[in-house]
């Protein structure tokens, strides 16, 4: 075993594996469900790169499970479908809050996120902005979504931004950001693995700052998170087209802190510095 990348592993599985403990997850349980991801990935990734499917006693010599679970785990996949996804009016809400505070239509001078009036008056408004964004639900059901989760708020026919980005107070939600945010990121990290042309996965590190500087910087360092996302929106929207082949693209930005001795490092002398995968 690569002992290099099962230290690696073992960082990543630490913070998924504190959590699942607290929402009552046994150790059988996360077992059942790397099994499934066993089963599906060999399938689908192998299957396709043999040019044929692959059988149970295949899947069971690449997985090392054995082939009764093999058969059972394949009929539950098929049987459930696509895994948990963002619910769709979560979904929706959300392109409409990145929209409204990146497009220049529904902006200030400073690049704050005007009021707009819920109907159309001949200017930009909040039906026009879901008609943007090519949103399936009525406009009305959006900003329901959005009064729900204290983003926005409608008085007197004027629809105003509170929140600067959709963060949603239901678990639900809140899980199917983990699992599509964090499934992208190590999608990039491990094409970046493979060899070609690298996704961007960079991140700037500090070990040992006084925590009066973190504290003074952490406001800052969102601000300039929330500037470089919506710089990237204004750009990306225009380009939309139903026409010639079509990418998925998520671009992401993380930020963490803690003590160092609680993580574990000791005491460290002072460093900087910045990585990638």
């Given amino acids: 075993m690569n002992e290099v990348l099962k230290l690696a592993v073992l960082t990543i599985l630490r913070p998924l594996v ?34 044929r499917g692959l059988t149970d006693s295949r899947i069971s010599l690449l997985t090392g499970i054995h082939r009764k679970e093999v058969k059972r785990l394949r009929l539950l996949l098929e049987a459930q479908g696509e895994g948990p996804a963002l619910r769709h009016g979560a979904n929706l809400a959300a392109q409409v809050v990145a929209a ?28 026009g902005l879901a008609r943007r964004v090519k949103a399936d639900m009525r ?14 708020e409608e008085q007197a026919g004027v629809v105003r931004l509170l929140r600067h980005a959709y963060i949603s107070a239901l678990p639900e939600d809140r899980i199917a950001f983990l699992g599509e945010n964090v499934g992208d990121h190590l999608r990039s990290a491990v ?14 590190y500090f070990d040992a700052l006084p925590a009066a500087v973190v504290e003074g910087m952490r406001p800052e360092l969102f601000r300039m998170s929330e500037r470089l996302l919506r710089e990237a929106h204004q750009r990306l ?5 139903s026409t010639g082949g079509q990418r998925r693209l998520r ?16 005491e460290r002398a002072a460093a900087t510095g910045e990585g990638h995968a």
């Fill in 237 to 241: 929207s225009g380009a939309e087209s």
């Fill in 139 to 152: 406009p009305r059901a959006i900003l329901d979504e959005l009064g729900r989760v204290g983003v926005a």
């Fill in 100 to 127: 409204w505070v990146s497009m220049t239509d529904y902006t200030d001078a400073a690049g704050q996120p005007r009021p707009l009036p819920l109907r159309d008056e001949g200017g930009p408004s909040f039906e």
């Fill in 18 to 51: 504190r959590y699942l403990i607290g929402q009552g997850w046994t150790y059988g349980a996360l077992a059942e469900a790397l099994k499934m991801v066993y089963v599906e990935e060999t399938s689908q990734h192998y299957g396709k790169a043999a040019g």
């Fill in 191 to 204: 094409h970046n693995l493979s060899g070609g042309e690298p996704f961007l996965e960079r991140a700037l």
């Fill in 251 to 266: 671009l992401g930005v993380y930020y963490y802190e803690a003590d160092a001795a609680v993580e574990g490092e000791g």
